[in-house]
């Protein structure tokens, strides 16, 4: 078994967290995580009354403990984050901006703050705001993304900060997470693999094109003015999004609108052409649908495998 | 002393390839890398005389085994390629293309041929064409990059060839090393580190650049129309890039001959405003010059120590 700061700290069984996606982290597939012994991570994308249901759908699924995750720049962050307070959510993640105004009340409450960071600057911040642990998060992570990769932005961030740093970012098998071991983190966080768990109600049709995608199947959106760049699987969407983005007549105002909506058409209707699939480059390693418990076994089974073993090159 | 099928089948002390940097890998800092246990590769892009120069100066100072990078691209590739045999370089290391027409007589002569993929596709022809090896190269490293980032990339490419892989992008120390092993890399090779090493000729004001940098202190350029794209650092140079590539009216040729004579710029005039500073994301961690030799020996120490104590978390 491996005990990290992160394992101990939050009272998990092993330290790994599921990636909160938005759109497609429900409780139902939190639960399994966090039943499993991993942290599962509901998005609060979706609204207040969706935030408490799934929390509600969550704390009847499993015991232990669960997080959620807060993009900061949502509408609906000032609700969700009373919402993580009312119900005594052990952990939230955070993501598009300084949590400050929420940290008060969060700690008061108990609440382990954990922000997703992309930088050295932004960890040594979020640290200072009391943070128990940051995610160091690279671009080839699905959804939004930095420009670090997590082998370059990892032990940067370990360097500059003394609380647990978990790695996120291609990291799909117990390859990465020795990997991310290696590099000083204490746990990692896991996307990708968890989108074709069996318990994960993202649409098939979605599940098949992370299924299929190869190593090459990513591209980014949203790069050319910064700020909003995103990693999906290439299709219809990604191709007339880059078009778009790169007309001669584009602004920042012309393509701001151009995701809006793309996320729940892949991943809640299944239209996986015209519809965005986010995902990570690690997708074209993520090929067979697996319950969550065998996913983190497997992972974690590995892992303990991997680092044992490490000392087999040394003569 | 980490043995793997690098450091046997080249006769390697150590599994460190130093990264054949254009215009900046030349005999002597080659020569230093492989006196120091690794392998030293001479760039070829400056054209036969300089690369002939340049071995012959490598071979004054060292009698280990050393390399020679060659772009696939360069007018100059069919005189480095006979080079390469005449001079009976023991490896040769090829990027930008498919070394298909030189291969038959480099494997006659016995040279080891081991090309940098940024793909499993490539990776797999290359293995096909007969290569000893290959460098997994993530997009992190400064220079001419692909799309998949190191953590992603390696296990890939480890999975889909039989062939031992090194990896590169964002290793600059034991942890990057060590990580890299456990993805599943035999070796790794090391570019932006050796920029600041006392024995690498590269202008002082370009060494300055890389220890100053910080984590986020990168971009890239060339981007836009594909095939072209650069990590370097952030200076007028890129800015003015940046803004020309993205201009309405640019186009793949108004774009193509902005970086000539950028890098030797930079690197022999040491103009660091308008030349072209290429180094990796892993600049931030770069913050001391040292001789080659004591970073081999503290990477190795490092990895060693981390590989040996990689199961202080299982409890």
Redesign the interface.
């Known amino acids: 078994?491996?005990?990290?700061r992160i394992t101990e700290g939050l009272g998990l069984r092993y330290p790994v967290f599921q990636g909160g996606m938005a759109w497609i982290a429900d409780g139902k597939l939190a639960a399994a995580v966090s039943e499993a012994g991993g942290l599962g991570i509901i998005s609060a994308m979706a609204g207040g009354d969706y935030l408490r249901g799934q929390i509600k759908i969550a704390r009847e699924l499993t015991d232990r403990p669960i997080g959620v995750n807060l993009m900061l720049q949502s509408p609906t962050a000032e609700e969700a984050a009373q919402i993580i307070i009312d119900e005594k959510v052990e952990v939230v993640t955070t993501g598009a901006g300084m949590p400050t105004k929420f940290m008060p009340a969060w700690l008061e409450a108990g609440v382990k703050v954990i922000p997703v960071v992309a930088?050295?600057?932004m960890a040594v911040r979020m640290e200072k705001l009391g943070a128990f642990a940051v995610v160091a998060e690279?671009?080839?992570s699905g959804g939004h993304i930095g420009?670090?990769?997590?082998?370059?932005?990892v032990?940067?961030v370990v360097?500059a900060v003394s609380i647990p740093v978990i790695a996120a970012?291609?990291?799909a098998?117990g390859?990465?997470t020795?990997?991310?071991?290696?590099?000083?983190a204490?746990g990692v966080q896991i996307g990708t693999r968890f989108l074709v768990a069996e318990e994960c109600g993202v649409h098939e049709n979605y599940k098949k094109m992370v299924l299929d995608a190869?190593?090459?199947s990513?591209?980014t959106t949203g790069?050319?003015f910064g700020g909003n760049t995103c990693r999906c699987i290439k299709n219809k969407f990604s191709r007339e999004f880059i078009v778009k983005e790169?007309a001669?007549?584009a602004t920042p105002e012309s393509v701001a609108d151009l995701g809006v909506g793309a996320l729940r058409r892949a991943a809640v209707e299944g239209d996986t052409k015209t519809g965005c699939v986010l995902a990570?480059?690690?997708s074209?390693?993520v090929n067979r649908p697996q319950p969550v418990a065998e996913m983190i076994e497997e992972i974690m089974k590995d892992t303990?495998e991997?680092?044992?073993g490490?000392?087999k090159?040394?003569?």
């Open positions: 078994m491996l005990s990290t930088s050295v600057a690279g671009q080839e420009e670090l990769t997590t082998i370059a932005l032990p940067q360097d970012g291609g990291i098998d390859r990465g020795a990997a991310s071991f290696m590099l000083g204490e190869a190593d090459t990513t591209v790069r050319r790169y001669p007549d990570g480059q690690i074209g390693m303990e991997l680092l044992k490490a000392t090159w040394i003569k």
